[in-house]
């Protein structure tokens, strides 16, 4: 073979396939699982009920957890980190979700999900009304891990218009109300589509919140952790 053969054409060959070898493309049975390797293997043994934190599956969730801020509708910080939980079906099932939304051009941007029981009391000593905050005698489906609240950004990151910030209780807010522009119906009609599509049930007063109707879970009264190694709520 003439040197210049081997230098354009099998040495190139050869470092490809070398480069194969040393880090192999596999198959991923659950591709989401895209934080580390290490935590996609971790994530598979997890039962369904197990509560995970989003993120550690799919890095393209926003996060605005407003309840660890003072910025919502109680002024209060309720949480003690802003992290977002949820059980691993429910996970799993919004993940889908993100990926039907993220072809479209859009992100999840999470507001909430997991709410410690004790934090649904306080809601409801400040807003006793079962349209906008859940009965926490009966429990509300985010402290089972099975509700979240979000929005759609698109790809510089700015929240859709959904014709009223999250947490405005009134009728604004309500998935009926449609004097409003036809932009922001349409927004509210793609984030409810394909919500829905995966699982999701929405609420008819709160365009930003949306309950698994597949499955439902116990209440939970376990705080947010802070400490980053901590992966799941348990
Ligand atoms: C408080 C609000 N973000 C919310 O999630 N409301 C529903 C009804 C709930 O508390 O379950
Ligand atoms: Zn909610």
């Given at each position: 073979m003439k040197p210049i053969n081997f230098i354009f054409v099998l040495l190139p060959i050869t470092i490809f396939i070398s480069i194969q070898a040393l880090f192999p493309i596999t198959e991923n049975a659950?591709?989401?699982?895209?934080?580390?390797k290490e935590d996609s293997l971790y994530y598979e043994?997890?039962?369904?009920?197990a509560m995970v934190e989003l993120i550690r599956y799919d890095s393209d969730f926003m996060l605005?957890?407003?309840?660890?801020?003072?910025?919502?509708?109680?002024?209060?910080?309720?949480?003690?980190?802003?992290r977002a939980f949820l059980r691993k079906k429910v996970a799993k099932d919004l993940l889908n979700a993100h990926k039907e939304f993220k072809k479209l051009g859009y992100r999840i941007k999470i507001f909430d999900g997991y709410r410690p029981h004790s934090v649904q009391f306080k809601m409801w000593d400040l807003t006793p009304d079962k349209r906008y905050v859940g009965n926490p005698y009966k429990g509300s489906m985010h402290n089972r891990g099975c509700a979240v609240d979000l929005t759609l950004v698109d790809n510089n990151g700015k929240e859709l218009d959904m014709g009223t910030p999250y947490d405005f209780f009134g009728e604004e807010a309500h998935i009926t109300y449609n004097k409003l522009p036809e932009q922001v119906l349409s927004n509210r009609r793609v984030l409810k589509q394909v919500l829905e599509k995966n699982g999701f049930r929405a609420l008819s007063t709160e365009w930003w919140h949306f309950s698994y109707n597949r499955n439902v879970y116990n209440i939970l009264n376990i705080p947010i952790p802070c400490q980053q190694e901590v992966r799941e709520i348990k």
């Open positions: 659950s591709p989401h699982l895209s934080y580390t043994t997890l039962h369904d009920t605005d957890i407003k309840y660890a801020t003072k910025d919502n509708f109680t002024k209060q910080v309720l949480y003690d980190c802003p």
